[in-house]
Nanobody
Framework: QVQLVESGGGLVQPGGSLRLSCVAS????????MTWYRQAPGKQRELVAS???????NYADSVKGRFTISRDNAKNTVYLQMNSLKPEDTAVYYC??????????WGQGTQVTVSS
């Protein structure tokens, strides 16, 4: 069992920045693939960015060049730096961990609202 706790969401004006954090339990965090998803009202959950245990990253086209995913294995933490935020980035952002066994775990989500 892996527990994930997200933080860092909030209200920000268009063009602003936020950094989300997700702290994971477990002693083998370095082997997890970590992914950020988001879900806007009335829409399906979508992948935002992922980072493999080797550090390879992948981004949704809609956030490329604006968002950066990173991880600190010493702190069991994955980050999502979000710059140049747009109203369409408004959503609940979820952290996901996928283990080598294939098991998936989810955090409770953190709300990001981009509005003037």
């Amino acid at each position: 069992q892996v527990q994930l706790v997200e933080s860092g969401g909030g209200l920000v004006q268009p063009g602003g920045s936020l950094r989300l954090s997700c702290v994971a339990s477990g002693s083998i965090f370095s082997t997890y693939t970590m992914t950020w998803y988001r879900q806007a009202p009335g829409k399906q959950r979508e992948l935002v960015a992922s980072i493999s245990r080797g550090g390879s990253t992948n981004y949704a086209d809609s956030v490329k060049g604006r968002f950066t995913i990173s991880r600190d294995n010493a702190k069991n933490t994955v980050y999502l730096q979000m710059n140049s935020l747009k109203p369409e980035d408004t959503a609940v952002y979820y952290c996901n961990s996928r283990l080598l066994t294939g098991a998936n775990y989810w955090g409770q989500g953190t709300q990001v609202t981009v509005s003037s």
